[in-house]
């Protein structure tokens, strides 16, 4: 680890937050935090859109239009590698810390496998 990320963990310690990056494609844009709870220090981000309300001011929403979901699914992406890349940031103990993502959860449902049988009865 950097020593430059070695000196935001410290200076975040007992901090609410400190945000770490701003990601951004045309209007959408992610704001990724590093953040101290109880059980540590976690990464985490927020997404919004930008757009100039009718009184000229810049203003922030949660909605986004058809035109903007290529900039949500880059910004998503994008965010993800970041948070992904900077993972040794993170000190919070979780059961289910490290385990993939896409490690089947025990005694769920095969979703993949009913979309795949949905696909050929069309």
Known sequence: MSDEKRNLLEENK??????????ASG??????????????QMLSATVSRSY?????????????????LL???????RTHEYMENNREMESYNDSEKGKSPEEPVK????????????????
């Open 27 to 40: 209007p959408v844009s992610a704001r990724v935090f590093l953040n101290s709870t109880e059980k540590g």
């Open 107 to 122: 005694d769920a449902p095969d979703v993949l496998a009913r979309q795949k049988d949905k696909g050929r009865s069309r």
């Open 71 to 77: 900039h949500l699914s880059s910004v998503a992406q």
């Open 14 to 23: 007992g901090s609410k937050g400190l945000r770490l990056d701003r990601i």
């Open 52 to 68: 100039r309300g009718q009184d000229g001011e810049w203003k922030n929403t949660n909605t986004y239009g058809s035109r903007d």
